[in-house]
């Protein structure tokens, strides 16, 4: 019979049944008023579920271009290595092995090198070789209670350098259900939490406290140091990533915070420190093994006569941050295992954008609209919001009085892509803005994840004009498209914050007229 320790919960009653079965101990148990019955160790034990610990395994699959040996070949290689949860409660097997299965699978390997093989066959001079998807699941802590893992992902589709990404996901080791910060931490002690890693951030990066973080090229979302919702539980630390052109320009890097649980014991909820395992740095089975290799960070690019890839400038005329997206080709169109594509999103076809662009870090805001036009016709008001109700002329007018203009489709597509050859650039609720999340209307702008090149709101919030008339997408792969010379609608791109999550995917295509004004389109100018 497992003994109960009740140590830090005081006993209010003791009453024993008889009956056909063994007798049954019936304790009245005091919990704290503020106790997260997910996470309570006493709740576990009672109902026996905490007995059997989460188990793994570790899967790899290789796939390489049959015939591939070196570079000349024209080489395409997958390598992914990944672990599978075997053992533990059912709920958190499936749950936890679901989420591992959307981000790497025998499917996502397939289309990588078919992608690669139709561009070839489409433009077999122009497509660079070799290519790479990299990807790696690695768990951070396995003891209660929290089960977390790293998922991480390097991708090479030639030219410039390579995209890598890295986002934590946390389940409950019983349920499987996702594990929130703020189950873990007492609450109103986010403020104090980011202070502490501020301290972190500055001491990492060798910067004094008294330091301008702006004037050293980190840029948050409000001017100031802030955490994002990029987070792991290690066995010793709480764990922040940011990824690739997330807070800085390339040159700068990802940046990992550690800040160890010693430090937040006065943050943590009594269920979540002592007396389950944060602060003593318990571990978990024996059965999940150590971590996978991490993948190699990407080389910086070669030096050049332009500007950096993911440089950001500020563009006098609007007060907006702008990013430099480098040259590349990407597939564009419906993604891979996408089943939710129109048609009008196919067939997936090779484009090569042969010159560097710069794009709007975020949407326009209204601010910067009220600054150059000198009105806000939005529908929902705000500064920081995105500007909305403005047609396509609108938009048009907007960019060349702030000196840019509107980007391309493909412009778009590629930069929105971030390398990623998915339907969406990461996490849906980490991204984006949309129905199930907004409460039906627009939201600041930057306060969602970014992808990899650094810019924000690519998908959800609102929709965002491009240049081109709308067509049909053609068979054959393309370098700088530009779209027909007329047409009826002007394209835009994007979602926006009242879209089924069904239709909020990089190669979504919407259309209208260019008279149409509606407070689900807004813009986001580009630059030469």
């Known amino acids: ?15 024993i049944l008889h009956g056909e079965t063994p007798d049954l101990l019936l304790l009245a148990v005091r919990l704290p008023p503020d106790t997260n019955y997910l996470t309570s160790p006493i709740i576990r034990q009672i109902e026996g579920e905490a007995a059997e610990p989460v188990r793994i395994e570790d899967r790899h699959i290789d796939r390489k271009l049959p015939g591939c040996q070196n570079e000349k070949d024209g080489c ?18 499936q749950r936890i092995n679901a989420a591992i299965a959307a981000f790497v699978n025998e499917s996502s390997a397939k289309n990588f090198i078919d992608m690669y093989v139709s561009g070839r066959e489409q433009h077999p001079v122009g497509i660079p070789s070799p290519w790479t998807l990299t990807q790696r699941v690695k768990v951070l802590r ?19 350098h390579g995209a890598s990404h890295r986002s934590y996901h946390n389940f409950d080791p019983v349920t499987g259900e996702p594990i929130k910060l703020s189950s873990i931490l007492k609450d109103g002690s986010m403020a104090r939490l980011t202070a ?57 890097g990802a940046t990992l915070l550690e800040i160890p649980y010693a430090e937040l014991r006065d943050l943590l909820r009594p269920e979540a420190g002592e007396s389950n395992g944060f602060l003593l740095g318990r571990v978990g089975s024996p059965a999940v093994r150590g971590p996978i290799t991490s993948m190699p960070r990407p080389p910086a690019p070669a030096p050049s006569a332009g500007p950096r890839p993911g440089g950001v400038k500020v563009n006098p005329k609007d007060g907006l941050r702008y990013v430099w997206i480098p040259p590349g080709t990407f597939m564009m169109g419906c993604s891979p295992g996408d089943s939710y594509c129109q048609n009008w999103e ?8 042969t010159k560097g662009f710069w794009l709007g870090q975020t949407k326009v805001t209204q601010a910067a609209y009220q600054r150059v036009a000198g009105n806000n016709p939005s529908y929902f008001k705000g500064p920081k919001l995105p500007v909305e109700m403005v ?11 702030a000196g840019m203009r509107l980007p391309a489709e493909a412009e778009w597509e590629y930069a929105a892509r971030g390398g990623s050859t998915a339907a969406r650039y990461g996490n849906l609720n980490d991204i984006a803005w949309y129905f199930d999340n907004s409460g039906e209307n627009t939201h600041e702008v930057g306060l969602k994840q970014a992808n990899a090149f650094g810019l924000y709101d690519m998908l959800g919030n609102v929709l965002e004009w ?7 997408y053609p068979a054959g792969s393309q370098s700088d498209p530009v779209g027909p010379v007329s047409g009826r609608y002007r394209l835009a791109r994007g979602a926006c914050w009242n879209f089924n999550p069904t239709l909020v995917r990089v190669s979504f295509r919407g259309r209208n007229e260019p008279g149409y004004r509606d407070n689900m389109v807004g813009l986001r100018c580009a630059g030469n």
Request: charged share 20%; glycine share 6%; net charge negative.
């Open 1 to 15: 019979m497992s003994s109960l320790q009740t140590s830090d919960y005081p006993i209010d009653g003791v009453a």
């Open 76 to 93: 395409a290689h997958v390598d992914f290595a990944y672990v599978e949860v075997v053992g533990g409660p059912a709920a958190a097997r």
């Open 142 to 160: 396995s003891a209660a209670p929290v089960f977390s893992l790293e998922f991480d992902e390097y991708s090479y589709t030639g030219l410039g």
């Open 196 to 252: 502490i890693a501020e301290v972190h951030f500055r001491k990492d990066r060798k910067l004094a406290a008294t330091v301008n973080l702006e004037d050293e090229g980190f840029h948050f979302p409000a001017g100031r140091f802030a955490l994002n919702d990029n987070y792991g539980f290690g066995e010793k630390a709480l764990v922040f990533y940011f990824n690739d052109y997330e807070i800085a320009d390339y040159a700068h």
């Open 346 to 353: 196919k067939p997936a076809h090779q484009v090569t954008i």
């Open 391 to 401: 047609s396509w002329n609108d938009a048009r007018n907007y960019c060349q009085a």
């Open 466 to 472: 491009v240049a081109d008339w709308f067509a049909e």
